[in-house]
């Protein structure tokens, strides 16, 4: 069987209320991606943040976080987009991503969620909404138009999916040939307070895999509120990949682990179910083919 990919979530908006050891700074996320890389991640992904933990798109940060990891790992850097909900343009969704491949420092990768989600959190047990909530836009218009820059930039997208509409869309884009084959689809599931997204379930990762609209994608899951945990032994028998950290949750079930202990912690539960964690390099292999146009989805 192929072997597993890891991607390590490392802060998302978490705070460090929970787990102090969510990275804020720059220093601290290089040294953290490079702690996962160790500990067998192939892919890291970040936002910037101030040291207050507010999130920030100035370019400088992410210009000290990738060039500070490429200088001690080959790790796959897939940094976020700017995040700015509704009335943002694409091109500055995308500055910092511009800046850094103007400088000969273009990631490896970047977010292309199909799809416009509200991002609503429900307290379950008090029965009340947790803040105003958010919609999370991304009209076709805007996602055909990122994918171009991207290609241009030599950056493969992960597409992310927190629908079947959204992985339909991003079959589109494959079919379409406006994302390079194969593709690498994160199939986000939510659990907790999270109501975005398929319930963290095998059911609600089944009913992805029962509609992936091609066999040209490698996808990966994605728990938010939850660890993935208990949902391992289907990805693994599934042939899926893992994108998980303290980005999603505290992953209290370790103590108060860092990314890195995660990332061990998977990696040695992956490989007691009997599959191989891929190095970067493989990982590179696995996802990096040339853009394709007119793959044939089989
Ligand atoms: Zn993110």
């Known amino acids: 069987m192929n072997k597993l990919i890891i991607e390590v979530r490392m802060n998302e908006t978490a705070r460090?209320?929970?787990?102090?050891?969510?990275?804020?700074?720059p220093d601290e996320i290089v040294a953290d991606a490079v702690a996962c890389a160790e500990a067998g991640a192939a892919i890291v992904h970040f936002h910037g943040r101030n040291a207050d933990g507010s999130e920030t798109s100035d370019p400088e940060v992410y210009r000290q976080v990738v060039s500070g990891i490429r200088?001690?790992?080959?790790?796959?850097?897939?940094?976020?987009?700017?995040?700015?909900?509704?009335?943002?343009?694409?091109?500055q969704r995308m500055a910092?991503?511009?800046?850094?491949a103007e400088e000969g420092l273009a990631p490896d990768m970047a977010p292309l969620d199909t799809g416009s989600n509200n991002i609503d959190m429900f307290d379950w047990p008090a029965g009340e909404f947790i803040g105003q909530g958010a919609v999370y836009v991304n009209t076709g218009a805007n996602l055909r138009y990122m994918a171009g820059r991207m290609r241009e930039w030599g950056i493969r997208p992960q597409l992310c999916s927190w629908s079947i509409p959204n992985l339909r869309l991003a079959g589109a884009f494959l079919a379409a040939g406006l994302v390079p084959a194969p593709a690498f689809v994160t199939l986000v599931l939510s659990g907790g307070a999270g109501i975005m997204g398929h319930p963290a379930t095998e059911a609600g990762l089944r009913a992805y895999l029962d509609n992936m609209p091609g066999k040209a994608m490698q996808w990966s899951v994605l728990c938010g509120g939850q660890e993935v945990f208990d949902l391992l032994p289907m990805i693994v028998r599934e042939g899926g990949h893992v994108s998980a950290g303290?980005?999603?949750?505290?992953?209290?079930?370790?103590?108060?682990?860092?990314?890195?202990?995660?990332?061990?912690?998977?990696?040695?539960?992956?490989?007691?179910?009997?599959?191989?964690?891929?190095?970067?390099?493989?990982?590179?292999?696995?996802?990096?083919?040339?853009?394709?146009?007119h793959m044939a989805v089989a």
């Open 71 to 91: 200088a001690k790992s080959d790790v796959l850097i897939h940094p976020t987009l700017g995040q700015f909900f509704g009335g943002a343009t694409p091109d």
């Open 246 to 293: 303290l980005g999603d949750c505290p992953y209290a079930s370790l103590g108060q682990p860092t990314n890195a202990d995660i990332v061990r912690a998977i990696a040695r539960k992956v490989r007691d179910m009997g599959r191989e964690i891929a190095t970067p390099e493989e990982a590179r292999a696995m996802l990096g083919a040339e853009p394709t146009k």
């Open 16 to 25: 460090k209320d929970a787990n102090p050891n969510v990275p804020w700074t």
């Open 96 to 100: 910092h991503i511009k800046t850094l």
